[in-house]
């Protein structure tokens, strides 16, 4: 018996022995055989090598480009490997809230095992980090960071076939000296509890007996530098913490505390509704924020700020203060930098990727999120082939019909004809066409490549980037998940548009982004939100659309659950002040 324990554990590590050896053993008449099973059609089967069949496909980062396509891939026939240095899922809308105790860190984050461990795809996590990508060779280099870590240099090399870059990006500092060194970032989970941690030890300094009001109205002086929605929802966030909470624990010092908000450009919240922009302004004014809007930071001492006016005369400025918080756009991360040199990318700010969200250049590497921006095709640049391909009888003109047969095509290649078309109130290209010759137009009258050239040479002026959202991530991570559900059956049935540079279609549709709407808190139990169809609201009912959209965007009941609780608390008993 231990005999046979011992072949049966070498069979168990080496199953190739099973398929090279039929072991006989005569015992009491009987006959012991090991052999492989067989399928019903008499084809020998092996896991092991269903599994190497498998095409593999890396992922770096668990944001919410990263986690959208995990969630949302659906094909067993991938062996995944998902890397990243967190080993949960933020949801970072709520990060302004963590800051200031209005919701728990633990409450908006999830696991990445939890979230993969029911699906039927074949999901491995590593906790590391990658600081080197091997386009040539398809390998990525890895370190893990693990605290306590004995072997602190410990790295390890990953091969794919496929790789999904989905790392986002970092706080950009614009190389201003300082900022860096002195300056709360607010992109992490880790950022939002080093701020909470601050806000707390800020009022316990100002506290002290030993302290003149002069310096303790320099410690409860907390500046905040951007006006985009983080900054601004931060800005509101803690305004309310401050006057809600934090003066009835710390009486004395209520009169010396003070909030600045800096914009470089004339006015906060740029990218929405100049409705929501002036009811912000006017909110700020009221509630007593100090809003300086065409002020640029030129340098950040750790106890001085100093700013330069954009108009003016460009007087530069310093004030004191007791905590910073940078909010004023991203950067690209080291790992991404240096691959972009590897394939030529070397003066641009983002992976620039094609419409598929393949990285030009590079066939089954994918990039998606903040990391990445598309960098979409002009119709002027291929015009001609647009209109050989369209010309399909060879005579060097287009006719309404012709050109009407391929607008579909060219509407989904390239999406600003479409928009152009909607922006100028043209339903057809007929009418296209009657803008541009300036005369009746009919199906029987043919256009020179010229004439179609002046149809469309305005086109591309309705050609803009998608913003850094994680609106736009998560729906690029569950297109790409689509397609990749989809990769065999797109490969002998393509849907996508015709190849106007080649022959046949494109296997898949391009990524189109569907814009659902923005909210910007602003404090008080008010939001502002720009729906679609230029629908704006303010007030109060739009701080309930907020808490019941975001309670349904997060990622587990679990989250959802905790979240609610944490609202809950906080309506009844008010923000944790502890600073833990």
């Known amino acids: 018996m231990t005999l046979l324990r011992r072949f049966c554990r070498i069979f168990r590590v080496n199953p190739w022995l099973v398929r090279m050896l039929i072991l006989f053993t005569v015992s009491g008449g009987g006959l012991l055989a090991f052999s492989e099973a067989k399928s019903e059609n008499g084809m020998t089967f092996d896991s092991s090598d269903a599994d190497s069949k498998k095409k593999k496909v890396v992922v770096l980062g668990t944001g919410w480009a990263g986690i959208s396509f995990l969630k949302n891939l659906k094909n067993p026939s991938y062996d995944v490997q998902v890397i990243s240095p967190r080993n949960y899922f933020a949801f970072t809308p709520l990060l302004p809230s963590v800051t200031c105790g209005t919701v728990e860190p633990r409450s908006i984050v999830e696991p990445v095992r939890n979230i993969v461990r029911k699906k039927n795809v074949n999901v491995h996590y590593w906790e590391a980090e990658c600081f080197k990508i091997d386009p040539e060779n398809k390998k990525v280099y890895c370190q893990c960071n693990i605290a306590g870590n004995l072997n602190e240099k ?188 590897q394939i030529g990318q070397g003066n641009r700010r983002a992976l620039a990727t094609d419409e598929w969200l393949r990285v030009e250049g590079c066939d089954s590497i994918y990039a998606l999120g903040d990391c990445a921006t598309i960098n979409q095709r002009r119709v002027m640049e291929d015009i001609w082939a647009i209109f050989r391909k369209a010309d399909k009888d060879n005579s060097g003109t287009l006719t309404i019909k012709e050109f009407q047969e391929v607008l579909d095509d060219i509407c989904e290649r390239y999406p600003q004809v479409a928009l152009y078309l909607k922006n100028k109130r043209m339903r057809t290209l007929v009418d296209l066409l009657k803008d541009s010759k300036g005369d009746a137009v009919k199906e029987s009258v043919e256009v020179s490549l010229e004439e179609f050239k002046s149809a469309l040479s305005q086109v591309d002026s309705q050609m803009k980037n998608l913003p850094a959202t994680a609106q736009v991530a998560a729906q690029q991570g569950s297109y790409l998940a689509d397609c990749f559900n989809r990769m065999e059956e797109c490969e002998r049935n393509p849907e996508g548009p015709l190849r106007f540079r080649g ?78």
Request: aromatic share 10%; with cysteine.
């Open 503 to 580: 022959e046949g279609r494109h296997r898949f549709r391009p990524f189109r982004y569907k814009h659902l709407g923005q909210f910007a808190p602003l404090g008080g139990e008010q939001t502002a939100a720009q729906l679609p169809g230029d629908w704006v609201s303010i007030g109060h009912s739009t701080q309930w659309l907020w808490y019941s959209v975001y309670a349904s965007k997060l990622v587990s009941w679990r989250t959802r659950a905790l979240v609610i609780s944490d609202w809950t608390r906080r309506f009844i008993f008010g923000r944790d002040s502890s600073g833990i």
């Open 154 to 341: 410990e790295e390890f090399v990953v091969d794919y076939d496929y790789l999904v870059i989905a790392i986002g990006a970092r706080a950009n500092t614009f190389n201003i000296p300082g900022v860096a060194e002195n300056c709360h970032f607010l992109k992490e989970l880790e950022d939002a509890q080093k701020i909470r941690r601050t806000v707390i030890d800020c009022f316990e300094r100002a506290s002290l007996p030993n302290l003149s009001d002069d310096e303790r109205k320099s410690i409860l002086h907390f500046v905040v530098v951007g006006g985009g929605p983080t900054g601004v929802e931060f800005a509101a966030e803690l305004h309310d913490y401050v006057n809600e909470d934090l003066v009835r624990l710390y009486p004395k010092v209520k009169e010396a505390v003070k909030i600045t908000l800096l914009e470089a450009t004339d006015h906060i919240l740029n990218m929405f509704d100049k409705r929501i922009t002036a009811f912000a302004e006017e909110k700020f004014q009221r509630d007593g924020i100090d809003l300086k809007t065409g002020a640029m930071v030129v340098k950040v001492s750790d106890k001085e700020i100093s700013t330069k006016e954009v108009k003016n005369g460009g007087g530069i400025a310093t004030m004191p203060y007791g905590m910073v918080v940078w909010s004023t756009g991203i950067g690209t991360r080291p790992v991404i930098m240096d691959f972009m040199k």
